[in-house]
């Protein structure tokens, strides 16, 4: 079963960066059942169900999709959209923060000019009094992405921070480092194609890792944020703080837009602070393969969707 979860995985991830396959599902757009997982293709169709959202308790963190850019203007158009969303949550009063990816800002291309387009979006978000999650991406990134992250704290910019990866080998030090500097970190299990040498490869060695790096943290008082739809997790995380008197207000959980949903809302109804990623553009061809990956289940449910549809 274990090896078989792996291939599925391995041949799913493969299709992520696959221009063909990303042609083709732009083509059938939504179709394809996307739709369930990304909150629509416009900043205020997203706005909208970010406000909805808010309304069933749940907080919420936006992320305008798009990675791997290719050019610098098109790395500063997400640069001038991210901003503008900021703006335009403050002023409707929406209660949660922003992530984004650094190869959207263009750290393929260039780590200062990304820095710079980051520390404009960090400088924004913390005039409106928000957050700024950089999501970690596969590994050629995961140095430079915490050396942003390193740089902007360093410049009084504490409203950053970014995803720590335990299916990652070093994850561990990389999170006692954080950690010393009291940074805001998000936990999650990893969800991208790694060689076995820099990458756990049995999804129970994950577990342990990932929980493992939920109790340095959560002992630790930082705040942390532990993402994950793993319900066996939750209710670990959950005995675990009751166990060692850990208050509420030192953790969140994170769920992804569209998937358990009414786990979402029953824990954000036992007090609970729960966090819903909301992405939302038209570049949602790689995260939407991504959420295939990571759940044999959601296949059906696109295939599902697909035979509705005839």
Request: aromatic share 8%.
């Amino acid at each position: 079963m274990e090896i078989g979860i792996r291939l599925f995985r391995s041949v799913i991830l493969g299709l992520a960066g696959n221009p063909a396959a990303a042609a083709l599902s732009r083509k059938y757009g939504m179709k394809l059942g996307a739709g369930r997982f990304v909150a629509g293709q416009t900043r205020d169709e997203a706005l909208n169900r970010a406000q909805e959202l808010n309304a069933q308790k749940l907080v919420v963190t936006m992320d305008h999709l798009g990675e791997g850019v290719r050019t610098d203007t098109e790395a500063d158009g997400y640069r001038t959209e991210y901003c503008a969303l900021i703006t335009a949550m403050k002023e409707r009063g929406i209660k949660g923060n922003v992530s984004l990816k650094p190869t959207q800002m263009g750290l393929a291309l260039h780590e200062e000019r990304t820095y710079a387009r980051i520390r404009s979006i960090a400088q924004t978000a913390a005039g409106c009094g928000m957050f700024v999650r950089l999501d970690m991406e596969d590994s050629p990134y995961t140095d430079r992405t915490l050396r942003i992250v390193a740089k902007l704290r360093a410049e009084g910019l504490t409203n950053v921070g970014p995803v720590i990866q335990a299916y990652l080998r070093r994850s561990d030090h990389d999170l006692k480092s954080l950690t010393s500097t009291r940074t805001n970190v998000r936990l999650v299990k990893g969800a991208y194609k790694e060689p076995a040498r820099i990458a756990y490869p049995k999804r129970q060695d994950v577990d342990s890792n990932f929980k493992r790096l939920i109790r340095s943290r959560l002992d630790s008082g930082v705040y942390t944020a532990i993402a994950t739809h793993d319900e066996k997790i939750i209710d670990w995380v959950k005995a675990y703080v009751k166990r060692r008197c850990i208050p509420n207000t030192a953790f969140e959980f994170q769920m992804l837009y569209g998937i358990r949903t009414p786990l979402q809302l029953s824990l954000a109804e036992q007090g609970y602070t729960v966090r819903s990623y909301v992405p939302y553009g038209t570049m949602w061809y790689p995260y939407f393969v991504r959420r295939l990956a990571e759940r044999p289940a959601n296949v059906g449910f696109v295939v599902r969707s697909l035979l509705k549809r005839r």
